[in-house]
C-alpha cells in the first residue's frame, strides 16, 4: 500500500527558503507555499497540513498574528517557526502562542528534516495516547489538571511545550486554581521528572528563618546552628524547586534568588564559598506584581527575570463548563479514598454548582465533593448553597431568629467534622484488626507516620479488642 505524502505548508516571504527545501528533503512531503500571512491562512485552512514552517518575521501579518489565528482554526496544528539568531522574546513569545518547535536561520535542511520528524513523531504519541492520557487525568491523578475549556487546553498545551526546558515558569492566578498542580505537572512531564520536586512556601515561613530555609547554613553560622545544613535548592539539585507565594519574598532574599537564576549559584549562611546547583525554577503567586513593582516590593530585575514564561490560571467562575469533569474526577477520587460508592448528583445540584461563582475556585469545589462523599448526601451539602444568590461569594449567615441549640444541630461544619472522624476511628480500626494490631505494618498501609497512628489511636480510644 502506497504511503500517502505528508503535508507541509510553509509561510514565508523568502522565496528561497521554499526553493531550497523542495530540493533538500525527502521525497515524502508534499511542500505548499504561501508568501505572506494573509495566503498562508487561506492556504491551511484549505489543505489541513500534518506540518507549518512559519516565518516569525514577514511584511504584513506577523509570523506571530498568523500563528494566533492558525491556533485559532484548530489548537492542534503542528507549527514549527523559522526565526533568526537573537530574536529570544519572540521565540518565548511563540512558545506560549502554541509552536511545536523553533528552528533558526540559516538553517540547514538536515536539522530542518530532524525537526519535522520529531514535530511527526511527537504528533502520533499524542493521537495515539490521547483518550489513554484524558482518562488518567480524570480517574487515576490525583494531581490531575482536569479541564477541558479552551483556555485549559491552551494552558496544558504551554504546559507540554516548557516542560523539558529549563525557562522559569512564572504561575500566575487566584488562591485554589490549582498553581501547584501545574508546577508538578511541569515537573513530571520533564527529563527532571525522576528527581526532587521540592516546594517552598514563601509566605508561610518567617522571613528570619527563609534564607537558612532556602540556602542552607554553615556549623556557627548563629546560635543554635550545631551541624551544616544544606537548604531546599541543594536538596532540589537535579530537579524542580517551586516557589509558592514568590511575591512575599522579602527584598534583601530576591538578589540572592536572582544570583540563583542567572548563575546557578549561592552561598549558605554564614559561608565562604559558591555552592553550583542545577535547579529548574517554578514559581507561583496570587498577588498583584506589577502592583509590587511600583511600590517598590519586588525588584525590576527579578520581576523581568521571572517572567520568561507565564501562566494565568482562570478563576473556576470563569471556565464552568469544566465543572461536571472535575466533578466527576472528584468523585472518583475520595470515593476511593474513603471507600464509598457516591455515584453522582442530581440535575438540580448540578444545576446549583453551575450557578455558584467559587470564591475559593477548585479547592472549594473539592473540599465540597469531600464532605458530600463523607456523608454520603448531597442535599445536606448543597441545600446551603441553595440560599446563596447565583453570584453570592459569601457562605450564608445562620438565621438570626435561631437559637443556640439549633444553630448547633444544624451546623454543618460540626456534622462534617463528626462524620470525618467517624470514618476515619472506623479506617483505622479495621486496618488494625486486619493486621493483628501491628502498629508499623498499619502505619504503612495507612501512609501515615507511626506516630501519628500513636496519637490516632489515644485519641479514639482504640484498643485491641475493637
Not at 492566578?173 to 527529563?191: D, F
Not at 514559581?283 to 514564561?309: G, V
Request: glycine letters at 4%.
Amino acid at each position: 500500500m502506497k504511503k500517502d505524502k505528508v503535508k507541509l505548508v510553509i509561510i514565508d516571504d523568502d522565496p528561497k527558503v521554499s526553493w531550497v527545501l523542495t530540493q533538500g528533503l525527502e521525497k515524502g512531503y508534499e511542500i505548499l507555499y504561501a508568501r505572506d500571512g494573509q495566503e498562508g491562512l487561506k492556504l491551511v485552512s484549505q489543505v489541513k497540513p500534518e506540518l507549518i514552517l512559519l516565518d516569525i518575521k514577514m511584511p504584513g501579518l506577523s509570523g506571530l498574528e498568523v500563528l494566533e489565528k492558525i491556533k485559532a482554526l484548530d489548537q492542534q496544528s503542528n507549527v514549527i517557526m523559522l526565526s533568526g539568531h537573537g530574536d529570544t522574546k519572540n521565540v518565548v513569545e511563540s512558545i506560549k502562542k502554541g509552536a511545536s518547535e523553533f528552528i533558526n536561520k540559516p538553517f540547514d535542511v538536515k536539522e530542518v528534516e530532524i525537526h519535522l520528524q520529531s514535530a511527526l513523531e511527537k504528533t502520533r504519541l499524542k493521537n495515539e495516547l490521547h483518550h489513554l492520557k484524558q482518562e488518567l487525568q480524570a480517574k487515576s491523578e490525583p494531581e490531575a489538571l482536569v479541564g477541558d475549556a479552551p483556555v485549559m487546553l491552551q494552558i496544558k498545551n504551554v504546559i507540554e511545550q516548557v516542560a523539558d526546558s529549563d525557562l522559569t515558569v512564572l504561575i500566575r492566578g487566584e488562591s485554589g486554581t490549582g498553581k501547584e498542580i501545574v508546577a508538578r505537572r511541569i515537573h513530571a512531564l520533564s527529563s527532571r521528572k525522576d528527581e526532587p520536586f521540592v516546594k517552598v512556601n514563601c509566605a508561610a515561613i518567617p522571613r528570619d528563618l527563609l534564607e537558612a530555609e532556602l540556602f542552607g547554613y554553615e556549623k556557627g553560622a548563629f546560635t543554635g546552628a550545631h551541624k551544616t545544613k544544606p537548604g531546599r535548592f541543594e536538596i532540589a539539585h537535579k530537579g524542580t524547586i517551586f516557589l509558592d507565594e514568590i511575591g512575599d519574598m522579602p527584598l534583601d532574599l530576591q538578589s540572592k534568588l536572582l544570583q540563583v537564576l542567572e548563575q546557578h549559584e549561592f552561598m549558605r549562611v554564614g559561608g565562604v564559598h559558591n555552592i553550583k546547583v542545577d535547579v529548574r525554577i517554578v514559581c507561583a503567586t496570587n498577588r498583584d506584581l506589577e502592583q509590587a513593582l511600583e511600590n517598590h516590593q519586588i525588584r525590576d530585575d527579578l520581576y523581568y527575570r521571572l517572567n520568561e514564561i507565564t501562566i494565568q490560571l482562570p478563576p473556576l467562575r470563569e471556565r464552568k463548563i469544566d465543572i461536571p469533569l472535575i466533578l466527576e474526577h472528584l468523585l472518583q477520587k475520595y470515593n476511593r479514598i474513603y471507600n464509598k460508592t457516591f455515584d453522582a448528583l442530581s440535575s438540580r445540584n448540578m444545576r446549583l454548582l453551575q450557578e455558584y461563582n467559587w470564591p475559593g475556585n477548585v479547592r472549594q469545589l473539592e473540599n465540597l465533593i469531600k464532605q458530600i462523599v463523607v456523608l454520603e448526601n448531597q442535599d445536606v451539602i448543597l441545600e446551603t448553597m441553595k440560599s446563596l444568590a447565583p453570584s453570592s461569594n459569601t457562605v450564608s449567615h445562620s438565621p438570626t431568629s435561631a437559637s443556640n441549640s439549633e444553630v448547633q444541630t444544624y451546623s454543618l461544619k460540626k456534622k462534617i467534622s463528626d462524620a470525618v472522624e467517624h470514618e476515619e476511628k472506623k479506617l483505622i480500626a479495621e486496618v488494625l484488626n486486619k493486621t493483628n494490631w501491628n502498629r508499623r505494618k498499619a502505619a504503612d498501609i495507612l501512609e501515615i507516620s507511626y506516630r501519628s497512628l500513636l496519637y490516632k489511636i489515644k485519641e479514639y480510644k482504640l484498643s485491641g479488642e475493637d
